[in-house]
Each structure stands twice: as structure tokens, then as C-alpha cells.
């Protein structure tokens, strides 16, 4: 079955930097598009970064410039490199994978900038 496992949030000052790693099983890594979303404390989810199976990259408004989304299809694992973190860049980060119609999401890392 499908699984995604998150890592590498924490808490961190403004300005720093953290790199977020989701490792991925169950399924054909490599053929699939792969999401980075957010979730803050009383709003909806929203998409942070996306890369499909080609490597073509997407970002909200919001993190453009300041994150990265790259994936290693020899380990199966995408990531997320925050640089520049804002306290407004708190929330609860989930990888995703859609597939055949569906998303499956990783339990989420909690990200806190502090200001």
C-alpha cells in the first residue's frame, strides 16, 4: 500500500532554514508527480510546491523564491528546501501523492517559525 513518511520539521527562527524529506513506498515512485502542502492552525490545506515525474516544478505565490521542491527517484524520497522561513510559514507540512484518481497523504510535520 501506499505510504508517505514526513521528517525533518522543527522549530526554527525567522530568516532560517529547513529541509523537510518525505519518503515514499507502495507505488512506482519515479512515474509520479509528488506535492508539498500546508495546513496553518484554522485555515484550509494549500499547496506549497509540486514537481512532476519530469521534474517540472511548481510553487504558490507565497514560497516562490524562497523554497525549493527536488525529488531523488533512486530514493524515493521528495523534499523541501525552506530558506528565508517567515512566521506566517507555521503549519503542519503534508507530502502528497495523487494517484489513479486519488491523493494519499504522508501524517504530516509540524513546522514553527518563530519570530
Known amino acids: 500500500q501506499v505510504q508517505l513518511v514526513e521528517s525533518g520539521g522543527g522549530l526554527v527562527q525567522a530568516g532560517g532554514s529547513l529541509t523537510l524529506s518525505c519518503a515514499a513506498s507502495?507505488?512506482?515512485?519515479?512515474?509520479?508527480?509528488m506535492g508539498w502542502y500546508r495546513q496553518a492552525p484554522g485555515k484550509q490545506r494549500e499547496l506549497v510546491a509540486f514537481i512532476t515525474n519530469n521534474d517540472r516544478t511548481t510553487y504558490s505565490d507565497s514560497v516562490k523564491g524562497r523554497f525549493t521542491i527536488s525529488r531523488d527517484n533512486a530514493k524515493n524520497t521528495v523534499y523541501l528546501q525552506m530558506n528565508s522561513l517567515k512566521p506566517e510559514d507555521t503549519g503542519v507540512y503534508y507530502c502528497?501523492?495523487?494517484?489513479?484518481?486519488?491523493?494519499?497523504w504522508g501524517q504530516g510535520t509540524q513546522v514553527t517559525v518563530s519570530s
Open positions: 507502495g507505488f512506482i515512485f519515479r512515474s509520479n508527480a
Open positions: 502528497n501523492a495523487p494517484r489513479l484518481g486519488r491523493d494519499y
